[in-house]
């Protein structure tokens, strides 16, 4: 049975970084695209990041763009969000997702299997 198990969230100074983890089981990590999406309190679901299978290519939301890094290690079966400069707006409940297909995107209808979430607050 497919998992995803999120972990790395907490709270952070404005400014700070914080470093997510997808953890993957029972499925071969390799083959599926992933995604990081958030959502805070009253506002929709958005696709922050995704990274496509195979070639690793990967695609960012302008909210996020070079302050945020996706990244893979399918020898671990985790996929990382590495998060820097980040800002109280980025506060929010941040999930990944599965997909059996090469290429990523970060429309959340387009993924089959989510993880739980994992809350990421930013505050002084």
């Known amino acids: 049975q497919l998992q995803l198990v999120e972990s790395g969230g907490g709270l952070v100074q404005p400014g700070g970084s914080l470093r997510l983890s997808c953890a993957g089981s029972g499925f071969r990590l390799d083959d599926y695209a992933i995604g990081w999406f958030r959502q805070a309190p009253g506002k929709e679901r958005e696709g922050v990041s995704c990274?496509?299978?195979?070639?690793?290519?990967?695609n960012y939301a302008d909210s996020v763009k070079g302050r945020f890094t996706i990244s893979r290690d399918n020898a671990k079966g985790t996929v990382y969000l590495q998060m820097n400069s980040l800002k109280p707006e980025g506060a929010a409940v941040y999930s990944c997702?599965?997909?059996?297909?090469?290429?990523?995107?970060?429309?959340?209808?387009?993924?089959?299997?989510w993880g739980q979430g994992t809350q990421v607050t930013v505050s002084t």
């Open positions: 990274i496509s299978a195979v070639d690793g290519s990967t």
């Open positions: 997702a599965a997909v059996l297909t090469v290429r990523c995107s970060r429309v959340y209808t387009d993924y089959s299997d």
